[in-house]
């Protein structure tokens, strides 16, 4: 049987089997072009999964933070003594290097008619250790000798920063304490309230 083709070229006749070699060379070069577009396209549209994928991936590997705000607490009436400061105790949940910031909010009243020279002092402590943190020291308040005079208030709110390396799951704290070497403090407190806050933050770094 012969099949004539409208776009022969005049006079020359398509055979079945001219037809069917034609459309299964058209047929290879369709599947031969499929990876040059569906390339493109894959690179562009990316795995449906991988949003998701990355997401979960940022939140597993999201550093541990946190803080601890403390509550107003007086400080012991004996100098050179470190009082924990509630509300302040935070537990460092891996090991690694963490970034500790402290801030501070302290005052104390000197005695009537004496010449003060006092201080307030905090500090990281690592309960789990027994030991305070490192170069974590933070003056907070101070005054310098005054001559005799009506009571004084000093008071300032100070912040600093430590880093502690850890190899176990560690609790810290915040301590204070009001020191003097001449005269006499009356009264001496770490404060939070809503003029400012106390508080121990920390960050995971590695």
């Known amino acids: 049987m012969t099949i004539h083709d409208s776009h022969a070229a005049p006079g020359h006749q398509l055979t079945r089997g001219d037809r069917s070699a034609l459309e299964t060379v058209a047929v290879l070069f369709g599947l031969a ?44 009436t004996t100098t050179r003594r470190w009082t924990p400061v509630t509300h302040t105790t935070v537990t460092l949940k891996k090991r690694g290097t963490y970034e500790v910031t402290q801030q501070v909010r302290g005052q104390f009243v000197t005695a009537r008619n004496r010449s003060t020279h006092a201080w307030i002092i905090s500090r990281v402590f690592n309960l789990t250790a027994g030991v305070p943190v490192k170069e974590s020291n933070l003056l907070v308040a101070t005054s310098a000798n005054h001559p005799p005079a009506i009571n004084r208030d000093y008071g300032t709110t100070a912040s600093g920063r430590a880093f502690i390396d850890i190899d176990r799951p560690t609790t810290i704290r915040l301590e204070a304490m009001q020191a003097w070497d001449a005269g006499t403090v009356t009264k001496s407190q770490i404060i939070t309230d809503s003029n400012g806050l106390t508080q121990l933050l920390y960050k995971e770094l590695a």
């Open 33 to 76: 072009l499929m990876p040059v577009i569906t390339a493109p396209l894959a690179s562009l549209i990316g795995p449906a999964t991988d949003s998701k994928q990355a997401a979960a991936e940022k939140t597993a590997t999201a550093p541990d933070h946190g803080r601890a705000i403390g509550h107003t607490t007086a400080l012991t």
